[in-house]
């Protein structure tokens, strides 16, 4: 992709995705050309190749400009929950997840949640919006990912169910959950943390 700051090379490419986007609507996204991106877009092929290199190309910039603003969004955390957090950010952007659930391509989004999050557990250590032991000497990149994949198929089943349950509702059965399960693993282990002594 080309990366370019010139206001015309931007603009270009804010309509390049927007048409993928429009297409991804009536056309699976396997099927869906350059050439009919470029269509859509009322734009040349020549156009299209100055500022991206494939489709895939477009996909990835629609999804790094997606988790840029969702990691912009989590340094606004304050008094609000991280949960809360993604789910009023998945809100916000639920036509998008229907539109990648449509064409079964919410794992995308998951592989660039992946590559992201831990770069941005660092930068929030960084910032002092994390403490730097918030994991207690475990090794984030696990703890980190783990928690991504466990909140990301919460979120994948809500959009592929339409994204009609309360978010809310949501939340508070997860959260219910996981005091259930430190509960259990603190009973699990008490007996054995007198022997390590």
Known sequence: MNDSTNPSALRSKAE????????MEDHPYEEITVKQIALESKLVR????RNFDSKEDVLDAILDKLIDEYKDRL?????????????DFCADHKEMLLLF??????????????EALPIKHEE??????????????????????????????????????????????????????????????????????????
């Open 16 to 23: 390049i995705c927007k048409a993928l986007l429009k297409l």
């Open 46 to 49: 020549k156009t299209f190749y």
């Open 75 to 87: 340094i606004t955390l304050n008094e609000i929950m991280p949960i809360e957090i993604i789910f």
């Open 101 to 114: 659930d449509k064409n079964n391509m919410m794992y995308r989004i998951l592989q660039k949640l992946n």
């Open 124 to 197: 929030l250590i960084a910032l002092g919006f994390v403490p730097e032991d918030f994991f207690c000497g475990l090794d984030p990149s696990y703890l980190i990912t783990m928690n991504i994949g466990g909140i990301w198929n919460v979120i994948c089943r809500w959009t592929h169910g339409g994204m009609k349950d309360d978010p809310k509702q949501i939340i508070e059965e997860m959260s219910k959950y996981i005091i259930m399960m430190g509960e259990y693993a603190q009973r699990m282990v008490s007996p054995y943390q007198g022997s390590a002594k």
